[in-house]
Every structure is written in structure tokens, then in C-alpha cells.
């Protein structure tokens, strides 16, 4: 039985649900963070999952963009899964950069500042969507190295 813990972030979102339920299914106690605990649309599948594993899984409050909110939910976690993005519907962007972009990285960095200071964290695993490999005829240019 596995019996460490492990935090999601952007525990709604259809990745995320799907990974919070793979590790409980693993036996893991997972810590997971939406928007708005009160939006119950959002929250109604996490609460399923709370009922369906008594006890394993807590969730936390936390904004992508607001620095040291997903402190409380990392705390005691040994790997933190970020999954969490800022999601517009493409007919609806109008500024990729400022409204995708910029958000994207900015909470990427909030949530890896957290990381470093939260000692119980020993691994981070970030992931992407196919979102980004849909074209929107916006411009990008690669900036990611591999060491």
C-alpha cells in the first residue's frame, strides 16, 4: 500500500480528476486544489471521490496567480503534480500572450517558489495538454533547453 502523499493542482480540471483518482486507486493520500470550494459544479466529482476513499483525499483552496496559496495543500506532500493552467477557449482569446501565456508561467513559478520552500516535497512532475499542440495562429517560439 503506497503511503505517500501526493499534491494536484488544478484538482477539477479533466486531467487532474483522472490523475486524483489513479492515485487513490494506487492507495496514495492525495491533497488536490480548485479555484473555488464553493463552486459545486467544480468540486461535486472531488466530492464523489472524497466519499468513494474516506479520508484520502483533502481538498485546499488556491489561486494559480496569488504567490504561497498552494503552500497549506503541499504541506507533508512528497510529490506535487502540477497540472493546473489557465484555460480560455480559443474563440475567446485575444491576447494569447497576456491571457495564456504570461499566467501559465507566472503560476508555474508560484507553484515551483512553494515547492522550495515546503521541505517535505522531493519530486515535481508538470504537465502539458494537447491544447498546445492545437494551432490558435498565434506565434510561439520555443523556449525550453534540455541539460
Not at 103 to 125: D, F, H, I, Y
Not at 134 to 142: D, E, P
Amino acid at each position: 500500500m503506497a503511503s505517500d502523499t501526493h499534491m494536484v493542482t488544478g484538482g477539477s480540471g479533466f486531467i487532474a480528476i483522472h490523475l486524483v483518482n489513479q492515485l487513490l486507486q494506487a492507495g496514495y493520500n492525495v491533497h488536490t486544489t480548485v479555484r473555488d470550494l464553493n463552486n459545486t459544479r467544480k468540486v461535486q466529482p472531488l466530492r464523489s471521490l472524497q466519499e468513494k476513499y474516506l479520508g484520502k483525499l483533502e481538498l485546499f483552496e488556491a489561486d494559480l496567480l496569488k504567490p504561497g496559496s498552494f503552500e497549506p495543500a503541499m504541506k507533508d506532500c512528497s510529490v506535487v503534480h502540477h497540472v493546473a493552467s489557465p484555460f480560455l477557449m480559443a474563440e475567446k482569446i485575444k491576447d494569447g500572450q497576456k491571457e495564456m501565456v504570461e499566467p501559465a508561467l507566472q503560476g508555474t513559478r508560484n507553484v515551483l517558489n512553494s515547492v522550495n520552500s515546503t521541505e517535505s516535497v522531493k519530486r515535481v512532475v508538470l504537465t502539458s495538454t494537447s491544447k498546445n499542440s492545437i494551432s490558435t495562429g498565434l506565434q510561439f517560439r520555443a523556449a525550453v533547453r534540455s541539460d
